[in-house]
């Protein structure tokens, strides 16, 4: 298995642009989990799916990012209007169908907004 | 929210010597996980822990796990260059189901 694959791995936008960021899990992981990275906050947790379906969404910073799921291998997320405070490395990861597991990530997508 | 911190922030050391991280975490839970970071790349998972445990060990890595006092420790024995990473410690987040949740990180320099 290729693992989980996010794209593009670096994104250089202007601020006030929509940015879309691409994750393909583990085929037969039901788990997706969208993290942010950055130096000051560390890895923060935006969204949890699990069947697709968004759990917990507590950790999506306002309404400017939306993520999507419209099926098993696909997943979405987006900020729309970005701005330079969004700059930071967003990782996608899955993991498989069990009580406790671990989770596999991504390379990340470097996001920097000017 | 983060759950788990790491501690030391920074760590440098020789190759050869042992490094040892620990993690505090605040609820109860029903495991706890290491990951490794290296530069640029994604996380890889290293080790996971339930909490009915309290020491395990993979290849050169000891895991402990301190359900008393929430906390946990990472120990990489003889330790290489190529240990150079960050790692951090993954703790399910407060209110069910797992949702892994990290904190900050250890940041290890191994010198040759």
């Known amino acids: 298995d290729a693992g989980v694959i996010q794209s593009p791995r670096h994104e250089v936008t202007e601020m006030g642009q929509e940015v879309t960021l691409r994750c393909k899990p583990i085929?037969?992981?039901?788990?997706l989990f969208w993290y942010r990275q950055t130096m000051m906050r560390g890895l923060e947790l935006l969204i949890y799916?699990?069947?697709?379906?968004?759990?917990?969404d507590s950790g999506m910073p306002e309404d400017r990012f939306s993520a999507k799921m419209p099926n098993a291998s696909f997943s979405t997320l987006k900020i729309q209007p970005s701005e330079p405070r969004d700059s930071a490395v967003y990782f996608c990861?899955?993991?498989?169908?069990?009580?406790?597991?671990?989770?596999?990530f991504g390379q990340g997508t470097r996001l920097t907004v000017v | 929210s983060q759950q788990g911190e790491e501690d030391p922030q920074a760590l440098s050391i020789q190759e050869g010597e042992n490094a040892t991280m620990n993690c505090s975490y605040k609820?109860?839970?029903?495991?706890l996980q290491w990951y490794r970071q290296n530069s640029g790349r994604g996380l890889v998972h290293l080790i996971l822990?339930?909490?009915?445990?309290r020491e395990k060990h993979s290849g050169r890595l000891r895991v402990t796990l301190d359900t008393s006092k929430k906390s946990s420790s990472l120990l990489i024995t003889a330790s290489r260059a190529a240990d150079t990473a960050s790692y951090f410690c993954?703790?399910?987040?407060?209110?069910?189901?797992?949702?892994?949740?990290f904190g900050r990180g250890t940041s290890l320099i191994v010198h040759p």
């Open positions: 990861a899955s993991s498989p169908p069990s009580a406790v597991t671990e989770a596999f």
């Open positions: 822990i339930r909490s009915n445990e």
């Open positions: 085929s037969g992981h039901n788990s």
């Open positions: 799916f699990n069947n697709n379906v968004p759990i917990d």
């Open positions: 609820t109860s839970i029903n495991n």
């Open positions: 993954a703790t399910p987040a407060s209110g069910g189901s797992y949702i892994p949740t």
